[in-house]
């Protein structure tokens, strides 16, 4: 039985218990727009590129639930005009169905679910169960929704249970999917993830394993089931401290370490660790954050000089794989009866380098960027207005049309 009859089953069996509810939406929007040089080109050739992302949530009742998530982004409208003809990718995200049912003192919840979901980096589990603000950091701002930065993601076709004690600040999901962003189609996995929130602790912690299945053994015998590895992943989101004072954030995330007959064949390369702490000093409404990342990035190769490139996408803060970040801003500031935040980025980073590479940090430098992007966000119009700019001041000699960056975006719920 394939993805696509389980839905329908399960849909039609919740369905039946709640068709007498009257259902209503709800969701998020988000829409960017970005000004700035076409990389590729030679001069200044401004581009205006578009971003954007709907989530939606239909609740027939407060036990049935169906979500979907969409986003779109453009590489320049402005040769086009908006309504012409021009290179768009247009992207449904995720679509899932959840019946969350009370009963013995906790919350069971069972999701079925394809595309990518349950990601962790942005709080969404924790949001989804305790009802909580996201604490994220700023440098890892998106415009992508569910399709945008994460630790770790899923993508792929399954389904998840979780239980929830109602007495206790925790809860516990076991996932089983068929992993998309494996190579290999045959690889079901297993995650187990743990939440909690407390006043000055939250955390949100994930182990799993891809399981390869094979029908050939080494000696290219046919068999009825082969497993010689695992494939073992992880991540943790964790904020020591209050969301409103002083804290530490943790995110921290690897993949890709091969265990074969209980020993490791092969650990995770720093490409395929994903770092971020960031420390948060707050006093009324100024906050103070000093961060450090290390992004895996999208590989691919040079086809020029055979060397291996990495592309870290979806960011409007941070374009390169490893680096340094000082935000200053404040967040209680009044623009007539509007509520705003004041800020600015100091961001040096390093394109291609990872943690691994500190030693070797003199073949690097010359390809060194440090990026100061002030930002102001707004309340207003039942959502948040929000305006950034950026200047590259290490290409400002060279370029100084490529070294800036401007972007106006819109962000609400519904």
Aim: with cysteine; aromatic share 12%; net charge negative.
């Amino acid at each position: 039985m394939n993805l696509i009859k389980i839905c329908t089953a399960f849909g039609l069996f919740v369905l039946g218990a709640t068709i007498n509810a009257a259902p209503f939406i709800s969701g998020n929007l988000g829409l960017n727009g970005t000004v700035a040089s076409d990389p590729s080109s030679s001069s200044y050739d401004p581009t205006f590129a578009l971003d954007g992302y709907l989530s939606g949530q239909l609740n027939f009742s407060s036990n049935l639930i169906l979500n979907a998530d969409i986003s779109i982004n453009t590489s320049d409208v402005s040769s086009s005009g908006l309504f012409g003809d021009k290179i768009a990718t247009f992207r449904m995200d995720s679509l899932s169905a959840t019946y969350i049912l009370p009963a013995y003192g906790k919350i069971h919840s069972l999701n079925v679910f394809t595309g990518r979901v349950h990601a962790i980096g942005k709080e969404e589990f924790l949001q989804q169960q305790f009802g909580i603000k996201p604490f994220y950091s700023l440098m890892t701002d998106d415009w992508f929704g569910v399709n945008g930065v994460n630790i770790q993601r899923i993508y792929g076709n399954g389904f998840s249970y979780t239980i929830k004690p109602a007495s206790l600040p925790i809860a516990l999901a076991f996932l089983a999917y068929k992993n998309k962003d494996n190579e290999d189609d045959t690889e079901p996995t297993l995650d187990l993830k743990f939440g909690t929130v407390t006043k000055y602790f939250s955390a949100e912690l994930m182990m799993g394993a891809g399981i390869p299945f094979k029908s050939e053994d080494p000696n290219g015998n046919k068999v009825f089931l082969y497993i010689d590895s695992i494939n073992l992943h992880s991540a943790a989101d964790i904020l020591i401290g209050s969301s409103y004072g002083s804290s530490l954030l943790i995110q921290f995330g690897f993949e890709n370490m091969i265990v074969k007959a209980a020993s490791i064949d092969e650990f995770p390369s720093a490409d395929d660790i994903f770092i971020l702490t960031e420390l948060r000093m707050r006093e009324g409404g100024t906050q103070v954050c000093m961060g450090v990342f290390n992004i895996p990035g999208e590989k691919s190769t040079d086809e020029t000089t055979g060397d291996t490139i990495y592309t870290v996408s979806n960011m409007p803060f941070i374009e390169d794989t490893f680096g340094a970040n000082l935000t200053i801003m404040n967040d209680r500031l009044h623009f007539f009866d509007y509520d705003m935040t004041f800020g600015v980025h100091g961001t040096f980073s390093v394109p291609n380098m990872h943690f691994t590479d500190i030693p070797n940090f003199n073949d690097y430098k010359s390809d060194a960027n440090f990026k100061v992007s002030p930002f102001m966000d707004v309340k207003i119009f039942g959502g948040v207005v929000k305006v950034l700019g950026q200047i590259n001041v290490l290409d400002l000699q060279d370029d100084k049309g490529k070294a800036i960056k401007f972007s106006v975006g819109y962000k609400t719920s519904f």
